[in-house]
């Protein structure tokens, strides 16, 4: 026979340490151990807890907590449910109903601070629950309403919304009160006591996001939440908002694309359609998805690049300036190197999967056209020879002038080439 035991549960929404209210953690936690203890469970009682999480049908899903505590009831593990009262359990009709009906099925009681026993057992006690499930929904509807009018007031005067960034504080008008600007928004601002330069210039030593984090941790640099480990996101956000130029360009897609120190970079495309990421210091590219999928499913995830530079040399030495491609007219020139750099977009979010392969072909071919009407005669920029000896980075800009993105095979060797000056410049 499966043993049974009682469960409490406790949840808010909003966790403010400031605004504890009446359904604080120490409250509800007090008040289902005494509901507990009362009916006999000493020391017995198993507490479970979705904190910061709300009670609506839509957001159920993060409700972690929840879910295990309807699991034990569906296993018949539970004989008892406390809680502070019934809309800490849910605020929604259909949930509740469904929550109740496994209690029922399940033979469980369930007994809250506020409500008391709470039943359906007869006529009466489960109009009584159905009328308080309903009043918890339409409570919870109220106050999201209410919320969805104060926020768009806010918002429509200028008011900061959330909580201050890291670093930054409300400012204080010389009556000592918010300042407020002149739509009645309360205004931000820097907090001089706060330095990001540490930060600025681990990131900036350690050359990635990552490496910034663990030279601030092994200098001693606590978190914004005060933690000794840096979060890669924390630190992320922040060089975005104070020193964005130490991190890689965004692309057209609006992804930050990874450093271009290596020759190759942002230019080869797997057979799975993902972008490769350099891996500078083995002068390697990796797929990430074949970390995801495996090697039986995917293949093989990493290609050095000695192995791709003798197929890409042997492209670069196709490419020619025709004796006719001489910059007479700069309108076309500019007119092409809009398309080209229009085909580099379109190519980059199709490898992304941002569009759709038969959108993708068309506007391709409808670029091509456009820059075939062109004509030799307006030429494309005069590239200059690689000198395959300079850094990465030189060699890198040169190639994404010429390939808008290189192909590879099952086997990670390159298998076509998206060129993107037209066919008279390649023999």
Not at 55 to 69: F, I
Not at 327 to 344: C, F, G, H, P, Y
Not at 381 to 404: E, G, K
Request: hydrophobic content about 40%; aromatic content about 6%.
């Amino acid at each position: 026979m499966t043993q049974r035991y009682p469960m409490a549960y406790i949840r808010r929404s909003s966790a403010d340490a400031g605004n504890t209210g009446d359904v604080s953690r120490e409250a509800q936690e007090s008040a289902v151990r005494a509901l507990a203890h009362r009916d006999g469970h000493n020391g017995d009682l198993v507490i479970l807890t979705d904190w910061s999480k709300s009670a609506s049908e839509s957001k159920s899903a993060r409700r972690t907590a929840y879910a295990k505590l309807v699991e034990g009831v569906e296993a018949g593990e539970v004989s008892d449910i406390y809680a502070y009262s019934l809309d800490r359990l849910n605020r929604s009709l259909l949930l509740s109903a469904r929550f109740a009906k496994a209690c029922e099925k399940n033979d469980v009681r369930i007994v809250t601070e506020r409500e008391g026993e709470v039943r359906q057992d007869s006529p009466d006690q489960w109009l009584r629950w159905t009328i308080l499930a309903t009043f918890g929904e339409y409570e919870l509807k109220t106050i999201t309403a209410r919320n969805e009018r104060a926020t768009a007031v806010r918002r429509a005067r200028g008011d900061h919304l959330g909580r201050v960034g890291f670093g930054y504080r409300f400012a204080l008008g010389p009556d000592g009160r918010l300042a407020r600007n002149d739509k009645g928004g309360v205004i931000v601002e820097r907090d001089p006591a706060v330095s990001f330069q540490p930060m600025i210039d681990a990131v900036r030593e350690a050359g990635t996001i990552l490496g910034g984090a663990k030279l601030l941790q092994s200098r001693g640099i606590s978190s914004p939440e005060g933690s000794e480990v840096w979060g890669s996101t924390t630190l992320r956000h922040l060089i975005e908002r104070e020193a964005p130029e130490l991190l890689p360009a965004k692309g057209p897609t609006g992804r930050r694309q990874p450093s271009r120190s290596s020759l190759l970079a942002q230019l080869l495309v797997c057979h799975c359609r993902n972008v490769l990421t350099p891996e500078p210091s083995r002068k390697a590219y990796r797929c990430r998805l074949a970390v995801r999928r495996g090697k039986k499913v995917h293949g093989i995830g990493w290609v050095s690049e000695s192995a791709l530079l003798p197929w890409v040399k042997a492209e670069v030495a196709r490419f020619h300036v025709p004796g006719n491609a001489i910059e007479i007219d700069a309108a076309n020139d500019a007119k092409r190197q809009r398309l080209t750099t229009s085909m580099t977009r379109l190519t980059t979010a199709f490898v992304n999967g941002g569009i759709e392969e038969p959108d993708y072909l068309r506007d391709l071919a409808n670029i091509k056209s456009d820059l075939a009407a062109i004509g030799p005669e307006a030429a494309i920029r005069d590239l200059p020879a690689i000198d395959w000896t300079w850094n990465a980075a030189d060699v890198n800009a040169i190639l994404r002038q010429m390939f808008a993105y290189i192909e590879l095979g099952a086997d990670l060797a390159p298998v076509h080439a998206e060129r993107l000056p037209p066919a008279e410049y390649w023999t």
